[in-house]
C-alpha cells in the first residue's frame, strides 16, 4: 500500500494535536526535521505525538550526525520506539539548516558513513568500538529488542555517495531528487547495483521519495505555496556539480545552491529564488489538480516506490491556499492510491 507521510516542524504546545489531526485526516505518518534553531526538540514531540496516536507512523526528517552522538540519537530513537508501540522510522543525512544555523556546512559522507554503521550497531544491542571503548546501550535488552523490533534507519540521499551509504548500510532509501520519474527512476537501479555489490539481496531495501506537492487548479498558486520548500530540496541538488551534470535544470539547481541563503530558508520570498520561473518548480515538484496531481504520484508508484513524504507549503506561503490544498490532498488525492 502506499504510504503518505506529513512533514511537519515540531512546535512545542502543539504536537499532540498535529499528530492527532494528522491521524484522523488518513496521513499514515509524520515526520519531524532535526532543526534545533528553527524548531523544538523532535524526540521530545515524537513521543507526545506516539502518546497521542494509536496508529499514525512517526519518525525523523532528517538527523544528523554532528548535533546529535550516534549513541544519544539510538537511545532516543529507541525511546520513542517503545513509547509508540513500534511505529517509529529513524531518519538521517547530512544536515542542513541545523548545522547551517551553527555556521558549519554539511556533514561529510564519510563521517555520515560512520555515523550510520555506530547508530545501526547500538540499535541491535551491539557493542560500537569507540576508540578502544566498547559502548553500548544498556537499557535496550534482549526482551526489550524481542518486544520492539530495531527502529528502520532510512538515509535522505540525493548525491551518489549517499545514495551509497544508503544503499549498503540503511533499511530504507528516501530520494530527495524532486518528482521527476526518470531521475528517480536511475537512482533506485543505482542503489539496487551498489546493495548488490555490497552481497546484500538487492530486494531488501525499501524506497521512498520527498515530494513538493500542491493541489491547486490554478498552476501559479500552487507554484507559490510551493516556491520556498522547493528551493530547500532543490538546493540539496546544486551543492554538487556531481548531483547537477547532465539534468535539464543544472544552471538553475547551480545557481540555488551557490545562492543559498541560509537565512531565509524555506520561505518564499528568499532570494535564491526570485529569479527561478514558475516552469522549474512545475518540473521539481507536483502542482496542479487533483487528477494531475493523481497521475504524477501514480507514475513515481509504478517505479516501485511506495512511501512518500511529502513537503505541502513554505515558510511564508499564503496560509489559506496552504490549507486548502492539503485539505485537497487528503480528500481527494489520497483516495486513490488506498
Not at 94 to 100: E, H, I, K, N
Not at 176 to 193: F, I, K
Not at 196 to 216: M, R, S, V
Not at 230 to 237: E, I, L, R, Y
Request: charged share 20%; with cysteine; aromatic share 8%.
Amino acid at each position: 500500500m502506499t504510504e503518505f507521510w506529513q512533514t511537519t516542524f515540531p512546535i512545542p504546545g502543539r504536537n499532540e494535536i498535529m499528530a492527532r489531526n494528522a491521524e484522523s485526516a488518513g496521513w499514515d505518518g509524520i515526520v519531524f526535521p532535526d532543526t534545533q534553531c528553527l524548531a523544538g526538540d523532535i524526540y521530545s514531540a515524537m513521543c507526545l505525538a506516539a502518546k497521542a496516536t494509536t496508529t499514525l507512523k512517526i519518525g525523523t526528517a532528517v538527523t544528523n550526525p554532528v548535533t546529535r552522538h550516534a549513541a544519544v540519537t539510538a537511545s532516543a530513537i529507541s525511546t520513542v520506539q517503545v513509547e509508540s508501540g513500534g511505529r517509529t522510522l529513524l531518519g538521517v543525512g547530512r544536515g542542513d539548516s541545523s548545522l547551517g544555523y551553527l555556521g558549519r556546512s554539511p556533514a561529510p559522507v564519510g563521517q555520515l558513513e560512520t555515523y550510520v554503521r555506530q547508530v545501526q550497531q547500538y540499535l541491535s544491542g551491539d557493542a560500537v568500538d569507540l576508540d578502544g571503548y566498547p559502548s553500548r546501550i544498556e537499557w535496550l535488552t534482549e526482551e526489550h529488542l524481542e518486544a520492539f523490533p530495531k527502529p528502520p534507519v532510512d538515509i535522505a540521499a540525493t548525491g551518489p555517495r549517499v545514495i551509497s551509504v544508503g544503499a549498503r548500510l540503511a533499511d530504507r532509501l528516501t530520494f530527495a531528487v524532486g518528482a521527476d520519474t526518470e531521475r528517480l527512476a536511475g537512482a533506485m537501479a543505482s542503489a539496487r547495483n551498489i546493495r548488490a555489490e555490497a552481497g546484500l539481496d538487492p530486494d531488501t531495501i525499501d524506497f521512498g521519495a520527498y515530494i513538493n506537492i500542491a493541489c491547486a487548479d490554478d498552476v501559479a498558486e500552487a507554484c507559490g505555496i510551493l516556491r520556498g520548500s522547493v528551493g530547500t530540496f532543490a538546493h540539496f541538488t546544486g551543492m554538487s556539480k556531481a548531483n547537477s551534470e547532465g539534468l535539464e535544470d543544472a544552471s538553475v539547481f547551480d545557481s540555488i545552491g551557490a545562492n543559498y541563503d541560509m537565512a531565509r530558508h524555506a520561505h518564499v520570498d528568499a532570494s535564491h529564488m526570485q529569479n527561478v520561473p514558475d516552469d522549474f518548480i512545475s518540473r521539481f515538484a507536483i502542482t496542479g489538480s487533483a487528477q494531475y496531481c493523481i497521475d504524477r504520484l501514480g507514475e513515481i508508484t509504478d517505479l516501485g516506490i511506495g512511501r512518500f513524504v511529502l513537503l505541502t507549503g513554505s515558510r511564508g506561503a499564503d496560509p489559506g491556499a496552504t490549507m486548502a490544498s492539503q485539505q485537497r490532498l487528503v480528500e481527494a488525492v489520497f483516495p486513490a492510491f488506498r
